[in-house]
């Protein structure tokens, strides 16, 4: 396992230690290292067991005391950071109004910003978006050139964690390539649910454009965006005739297990679409199934959805909600 940061070990013992014992130490740093502290610990969220073992033998090996489990925080920092140098002083590093370089950009003017991103590397964009709203992250995506769109939508597809330090080193040098060492804490990143969420904000037409044009590279990876795009509850948007049409493609058992765990609006939903009689015997399909495991369940809602989506390429119903999209 990697070492962490300076900071990060410092920002972990401060807040192991005692208030009584933070605020003296706090006392001793000058505003930039306290700023320093402060950006990382805004960015950790998670330490591995084993580099907090590490860290603790480190600091133990060092002083010869024995330290508490991280009260952990930016709040425990403000708070020790106002018993050492003061209200005044404190608010001055961490009052509201004060954004850090990632606030800022994600709050930059998307075209702009775009045209700044264009000749940098796609992995690099990709990190940037993958901590920004979908709404922004949307909008960043449409002012990149065309070409550039799908191979970031690739990169944050297959992104699951970034180094905790790289948002602000970008956000201050956006030229500079994304590190390659592995020494500082991770963020976690759902680059699959990122990627499914950012198309469906930026609608039908460029969505499925941009998911066309990463088939020709990477077909898998563009199909699990789109299984992921939709869940089994979307299914409600399907009016009653097409929902008798996407009735007729699945078999009467992978339904009644997909139902087991579905909301009673979905349930009602489905049924609604079948004769009363057909209604009933899948009432007692669902009850006689007993218990089943939840990854069958689950099996049996993801076929479902693609042969929803299935359909919708041919035409024969919508999931389309009417909601509000980037234009």
Known sequence: MAELTGPEKAVLMLLSMDESTAVPVVAELDATDIKKLRDVALLMREVPASSLD???????????QAV??????????????????????????????ATSAMERL?????????????????????????????????????????????????????????PAGLLEEVAAALSTELPTGGTEAAISVDGISRSAALVRKLGRELG??????????????AAEIRRSMYSFEDLKVIDKKAMRDLLKEIATDRLALALKTASEELKIHFLSAM??????????????????????????????????????????????TGGEQIV
């Open 54 to 64: 590490r860290v603790y033998q480190e600091f133990i090996a060092r002083t010869q």
């Open 68 to 97: 508490a489990v991280p009260k952990g925080g930016e709040r425990y920092l403000r708070k020790i950071t106002t018993r050492a140098l003061g209200e005044a002083k404190t608010n001055e590093l961490f009052h509201e109004g």
């Open 106 to 162: 994600s709050s930059a003017d998307p075209t702009q910003l775009g045209s700044i991103l264009e000749r940098e590397h796609p992995q690099l964009v990709a990190a940037l978006m993958s901590q920004m709203s979908t709404d922004r992250a949307a909008l960043l995506l449409q002012a990149l050139p065309e070409e550039q769109r799908s191979v970031v939508l690739e990169r944050l597809s297959t992104m699951t964690e970034i």
């Open 208 to 221: 499925e454009a941009l998911l066309e044009n990463m088939d020709q590279g990477n077909s898998a990876l």
């Open 275 to 320: 004769s009363k009689r057909a209604a009933e015997m899948m009432r007692e399909d669902m009850e006689l199934l007993g218990g089943v495991r939840l990854s069958d369940v689950e099996a049996a809602q993801r076929e479902i959805v693609e042969t929803a989506l299935r359909l919708e390429s041919e035409g024969v119903l919508s999931l389309d």
